[in-house]
């Protein structure tokens, strides 16, 4: 694995130095530093799980097959296409949210001299996707339809996040909005599409499969984006800072969060009165009497119970599946995620 991700980080200073040297753009040495900054600090700082789950889905496609260089280079830049998008995201929601630090070091456009700069940054990691396409894959029988499948996938991440931003309006804070229909729509737009089902979507379309035979799977994989995101809203609040790398705020923000969410469904009309009182408030009191009635309803128990469900649910629906080779992708996703502490 260590190898797989160094090798994967070469190929991302490869494409670096390819959009350092576009042709289509006359670079001053001013102008080549920034965007050689830009990229170093926002692209490549992740886990790197989205990227490199396309080398393994596509390894896993290939049955066994030893990949050669060539498909190892342009499964790993299509890895990259998608670290490119997350960062895109990322550079941009950080501007929303008003948030100050990312991946353990201050947000982008909170480095000094970058300021509002960071918009356009945004703009620029998103025009560099179908560069890279268009370099190393515009020969390819599916190169139309791996720029159909990262722009539909933008838009809906876009869509979800448009949701996700109306929802929690400031001024216009409204639990009775709450329900899981709205927390599955909000995740499965702004988290599954791009998380779960565009890495192996990349990988299929590298196979030579026709992504419109493979909608079970685009399916399955929404479902685990959506198990995912659960699984991390139980962490914000019930999982340990030390290991999850950060302080849990969704209480405070008034975040449409699975919590919440199933708090509502379960709570009598005392209860949802202390909700409705203290929920998105920031002082600690505040915070500290939701997790007390989170506890009084034993959403860990709650959680623990979904998990459950969700996983065997899961399991069947890859079972049902015709391929063993496509089984084989979505099972490892799985076994990436199930129980996890962080």
């Known amino acids: 694995m260590a190898d797989l991700k160094s090798t994967f980080l070469n190929v991302y200073?490869?494409?670096k130095s390819e959009l350092l040297h576009d042709p289509a753009f006359e670079f001053s040495d001013e102008a080549r530093q920034w965007v050689d900054r830009m990229l170093d600090y926002n692209v490549p700082g992740g886990k790197l799980n989205r990227g490199l789950s396309v080398i393994d889905s596509f390894r896993l496609l290939k049955e066994g097959q030893t990949l050669n260089d060539d498909e190892i280079f342009l499964a790993s830049a299509l890895g990259?296409?998608?670290?490119w998008l997350q960062a895109y995201f990322l550079?941009?929601?950080d501007i929303m949210d008003n948030s100050y630090t990312r991946r353990g070091q201050p947000c982008w456009f909170r480095v000094p001299k970058v300021g509002i700069i960071a918009a356009n940054d945004g703009v620029l990691l998103r025009n560099h996707i179908p560069r890279i396409i268009r370099k190393h894959f515009r020969g390819k029988p599916y190169y139309v339809d791996l720029l159909d499948l990262f722009n539909e996938v933008e838009f809906q991440t876009?869509?979800?996040?448009?949701?996700?931003l109306i929802t929690t309006l400031e001024g216009e804070k409204d639990l009775s909005k709450y329900t899981l229909t709205l927390h599955r729509r909000i995740v499965q737009y702004k988290t599954a599409y791009y998380s779960f089902y565009l890495p192996v979507a990349c990988a299929l379309l590298m196979a030579g499969e026709n992504l419109d035979n493979h909608v079970d799977v685009k399916n399955i994989l929404v479902d685990m984006g959506t198990y995912f995101q659960v699984q991390d809203d139980y962490l914000d609040c019930f999982g340990d800072p030390q290991t999850i790398g950060k302080i849990g705020t969704d209480i405070e923000d008034f975040k449409c969060s699975w919590l919440v969410v199933k708090a509502l469904e379960l709570s009598n009309e005392q209860q949802k009165k202390v909700l409705y009182e203290h929920y998105g408030k920031p002082n600690p009191e505040n915070v500290a009497k939701v997790k007390a009635?989170?506890?009084?309803l034993n959403l860990?128990?709650?959680f623990?119970?979904?998990e459950k469900v969700s996983y065997e649910k899961l399991v069947t629906s890859i079972e049902a599946h015709p391929s063993k080779a496509v089984q084989a992708v979505l099972k490892s996703f799985l076994a990436k995620i199930y129980k996890r502490q962080k």
């Open 300 to 302: 860990q128990g709650e």
């Open 13 to 15: 200073s490869v494409l």
């Open 304 to 306: 623990e119970e979904y």
């Open 293 to 296: 009635l989170y506890n009084e």
């Open 158 to 164: 876009a869509s979800g996040q448009m949701i996700d």
């Open 91 to 93: 550079v941009l929601d």
């Open 80 to 83: 990259w296409c998608i670290e």
